[in-house]
């Protein structure tokens, strides 16, 4: 389904709507984010074809972060919904889509130290997979590891020490 801006929706989320208090409870921030995560991945490859995805929460997150590049207007922006993306180090689904929020690897982003990461996690082989001749697959059943980390974010919050001043590295982490 369209409409005349180009907007698509997938008929697959229909079914998540028929209940609409039940939908309200859903992570449609985070499921937005899965899949602009999901299409930046691709959009790097040597010929993408086009970039899907939420690109107005990547507008947002970019004017956010690099305010340098903002338009210039009469009246502040404000950017609600790139301030409150949350700091939990999780898996992000959405059917077919599983990617890995490492927000331990840009804890500056958040005002806090930026200590060496950890090791990113590599989900090309999960990036690979799309709809294409899975349409029996029950995707909450083929993702149901992704989903108890989902499940179990609020105990991968980051937490750090503040950054007093203006933005930097520590000299471990620029080693």
Request: glycine letters at 6%; aromatic letters at 12%.
């Amino acid at each position: 389904m369209s409409d005349k801006s180009g907007n698509r929706l997938h008929l697959m989320y229909l079914p998540l709507l028929a209940d609409l208090e039940r939908a309200g409870r859903y992570s449609w921030g985070f499921t937005c984010l899965a899949h602009l995560y999901r299409e930046i991945c691709r959009a790097i490859c040597p010929s993408p074809k086009k970039k899907g995805g939420c690109s107005l929460l990547l507008q947002s997150w970019a004017w956010y972060h690099m305010p340098f590049i903002q338009p210039r207007v009469q009246q502040d922006i404000t950017f609600l919904l790139a301030s409150r993306i949350w700091t939990s180090c999780t898996a992000l689904t959405s059917f077919v889509v599983v990617v890995w929020h490492q927000t331990d690897r840009v804890q500056l982003q958040f005002g806090l130290w930026q200590p060496i990461p950890n090791e990113a996690h590599n989900l090309d082989k999960m990036h690979e997979i799309d709809m294409r001749g899975h349409n029996d697959t029950i995707w909450d059943e083929q993702h149901a590891d992704w989903i108890s980390i989902w499940k179990d974010r609020r105990k991968h919050v980051i937490f750090g020490e503040p950054i007093q001043g203006p933005l930097q590295h520590t000299p471990e982490y620029l080693q």
